[in-house]
């Protein structure tokens, strides 16, 4: 079982523990072990799904005590614990359109806020033999300084992955055309090479 789909039964047992059992706010949770048993999965992949949940606010772990539900009314948990189900094609397509209308809100965000050294060095990685999608966007978004949507862009990228395969990428010169667009502050190139990134059409565009 992946990582994210582990992610995503985990939700679905917590929503399960909340919903039937009567969880509430400031209830403990099982520990890794107990979810490792109960999921047939290792602990490594439990705790990088704890993790992104807690990236989201839904849980908090207490140093020496365990790993408790947040301090939500517990029916609002469940309401917000049950929308982050996929469980039908338009909430697949809601994930992909948000997921792309963060990353082109990072990319105009970063087009105010990036410097000449940070081009030059993501030009240079670009250009090198360890190029990955997700860490090039993963840069954009942090140049972009929103630490709530590079959370968000987290979250979404996993359920994406649980449902598509992980993207590959597309071609390094549409890459370094991004990069070029954002040296010249030309949105038009920014905003054509991402969408040949994407294999999008025009329809999610914020221009």
């Known amino acids: 079982m992946t990582n994210t789909k582990v992610y995503i039964e985990i939700v679905k047992q917590l929503r399960e523990m909340i919903s039937v059992d009567g969880l509430k706010s400031g209830d403990k949770i099982p520990s890794e072990r107990e979810l490792s048993e109960r999921l047939n999965v290792g602990r490594s992949s439990v705790r990088e799904a704890l993790r992104a949940l807690e990236l989201l606010g839904l849980i908090e772990t207490r140093r020496g005590e365990g790993t408790f539900i947040r301090d939500f ?6 309401q917000l614990l049950s929308t982050f189900i996929l469980q039908d094609e338009k909430a697949k397509r809601d994930v992909l359109e948000t997921k792309v209308l963060i990353e082109k809100v990072c990319i105009k965000l970063a ?3 990036v410097d000449d050294q940070e081009l030059k060095r993501l030009q240079e990685w670009v250009n090198s033999d360890n190029l990955d999608d997700d860490e090039f966007f993963y840069r954009i978004i942090d140049i972009a300084d ?6 968000i862009w987290f979250i979404l990228k996993d359920y994406y992955y649980s449902f598509h395969e992980k993207v590959t990428g597309g071609k390094r010169e ?5 990069l070029e667009g954002l040296k010249e502050k030309d949105e038009e190139k920014i905003f ?8 999008l059409p025009v329809l999610t565009d914020i221009n």
């Open 192 to 199: 054509l090479a991402y969408n040949q990134l994407r294999n």
């Open 174 to 178: 549409d890459y370094l055309l991004l």
């Open 111 to 113: 087009l105010q806020r």
């Open 73 to 78: 009314r517990s029916n609002q948990l469940v």
């Open 146 to 151: 929103n630490h709530l949507f590079l959370r």
